[in-house]
């Protein structure tokens, strides 16, 4: 018992120092436009360019089992050449993936869903580009479904809410 009591203790001290340090771990440096495609079937790949559209800032979905694909090119200014980016969106997924250049590279859980494994909230985008190089980034986000005998999911709010993408350094 007393074991128990210290160990949630700890965890409560580590959980708010890992709140006081979350701004300071992470500046954001630039943005990118992104715009957006829904669909309720599973993409392989990165969809067409054709098929997306405008993003409006605080847009939410919230259907199950949608979809949502964000797109945009980035450009790595001379202020950023040679540094170490990170990306971190601010979507309220329940889980999502990282493409840079049409290929797989990371992956995104929510830190915003309750008894969520978000552990993966932001990803590595270039350990240095040389200033002018361009970056086709796409993310993809799921935004949830329903379980069968998990009514706090059921009352759950889950969505995607959009922020504009930052672009963040250590």
């Known amino acids: 018992m007393y074991e128990e009591t210290q160990m949630e203790k700890t965890f409560r001290k580590l959980k708010r120092l890992e709140e006081m340090l979350h701004d300071r771990m992470f500046i954001p440096v630039d943005q990118v436009e992104m715009s957006v495609w829904t669909t309720k079937k599973p993409v392989h790949e990165v969809p067409d360019r054709a098929l ?32 170490t980016l990170f990306i971190f969106p601010k979507i309220k997924g329940y889980e999502g ?66 922020r504009t993408i930052r672009w963040i350094s250590v």
């Open 52 to 83: 997306f559209g405008p993003c409006e800032r605080g847009r939410k979905w919230l259907e199950e089992g949608l979809y949502c694909w964000f797109l945009g090119d980035y450009t790595i200014p001379e202020k950023l050449a040679e540094q």
């Open 97 to 162: 993936m990282l493409w840079v250049d049409k290929k797989p590279y990371g992956n995104f859980t929510s830190k915003v869903i309750q008894n969520s494994y978000g552990y993966h909230y932001c990803d590595l985008l270039t350990k240095g580009k040389a200033a002018g190089e361009q970056l086709e980034i796409a993310l993809e986000y799921y935004s949830h479904h329903y379980v069968r005998g998990h009514s706090r999911l059921r009352k759950a709010r889950m969505c995607l809410r959009l």
